[in-house]
């Protein structure tokens, strides 16, 4: 397995037999390197969204329509897509899984905000989620946007994921004390990576406080465009 940072909350996870990006945000993403989009959406399987902000869903329709990969996410916003874009969809919901090819991706609950711009100001774009994403034997908790939630007791007691990505910026998330809680609190992660952070001056620069909170946990601060093997 592979895990590969795109800056912000953007991966490229290559697990099974797919690639996943999830929330792919390139164009206009100051972490990211643009001269790199090609090598890292080359070979992609499905394109999965958390919620509707632009910093989430940024590429999410351009890539899907330059590779063919269906988009994955909540069915309110897929519906929209696919009504609206004409965009290839597989809108699920809350507690829904869906298999995709020898990955099974489900959805879970966030504790975040969803909406897109229009023409007036933000409209609705359903709920935001974050997955459990499940191959090669390891489960993978991407949290998508999130403060610390009870229900991560319940995401732990039924999926059990031994890898943890976790929004960890401040401001708009969960900050590095409060990712460190919900990691020591909910689950035994055994690898955590932080993300949602680092963008901008606004968000945290440094993983160390949840490192330093996570004694026995492999805390990796991941670089853009390097993988992490798992």
Request: charged share 15%; proline share 6%.
């Given at each position: 397995?592979k895990?590969?940072?795109?800056?912000?909350?953007?991966f490229?996870?290559?697990?099974?037999?797919q690639?996943?990006?999830?929330?792919?945000?390139?164009?206009?993403?100051?972490m990211f390197d643009?001269?790199r989009?090609?090598e890292?959406?080359?070979g992609a399987t499905?394109v999965?969204?958390s919620?509707?902000?632009g910093?989430?869903?940024?590429?999410?329709?351009?890539i899907s329509e330059s590779?063919g990969?269906?988009?994955?996410?909540?069915y309110?916003?897929?519906?929209?897509?696919?009504s609206?874009k004409?965009?290839?969809?597989i809108?699920?919901n809350k507690?829904?899984?869906?298999?995709?090819?020898?990955?099974?991706?489900t959805?879970?609950n966030a504790?975040?905000s969803s909406?897109?711009?229009?023409?007036?100001g933000?409209?609705?774009a359903?709920?935001?989620?974050?997955?459990?994403?499940?191959?090669?034997?390891?489960v993978?908790?991407?949290?998508?946007?999130?403060?610390?939630?009870a229900?991560?007791?319940v995401?732990?007691?039924?999926?059990?994921?031994?890898?943890?990505?976790?929004c960890?910026g401040?401001?708009?998330t969960m900050d590095?004390k409060?990712?460190?809680?919900?990691?020591?609190?909910?689950?035994?992660?055994?690898?955590v990576?932080?993300?949602?952070?680092?963008?901008?001056?606004?968000?945290?620069?440094?993983?160390?406080?949840?490192?330093?909170?996570?004694?026995g946990v492999?805390?990796i601060?991941?670089?853009?465009?390097e993988?992490?093997?798992i």
């Open positions: 397995m895990i590969i940072w795109l800056g912000h909350s953007g490229r996870i290559e697990i099974a037999d690639v996943l990006l999830v929330d792919p945000w390139l164009t206009g993403n100051p643009e001269a989009r090609a890292a959406v080359d499905h999965l969204v919620h509707g902000h910093d989430h869903t940024g590429d999410a329709l351009a590779t990969a269906p988009i994955v996410g909540i309110d916003l897929m519906s929209w897509w696919e609206s004409g965009a290839k969809v809108g699920f507690g829904g899984t869906v298999q995709l090819g020898d990955v099974a991706v959805m879970v504790a975040h909406s897109a711009d229009g023409p007036e933000p409209v609705y359903g709920h935001e989620s974050g997955f459990m994403i499940a191959g090669e034997g390891h993978i908790y991407f949290s998508g946007d999130t403060d610390v939630m229900d991560m007791g995401f732990n007691a039924l999926h059990a994921p031994d890898i943890g990505i976790l960890a401040g401001y708009f590095m409060r990712a460190a809680y919900a990691a020591s609190t909910f689950f035994d992660f055994k690898t990576i932080p993300c949602h952070y680092r963008t901008f001056p606004i968000l945290e620069q440094s993983a160390a406080p949840l490192a330093e909170a996570l004694p492999e805390v601060e991941p670089q853009v465009m993988a992490i093997e």
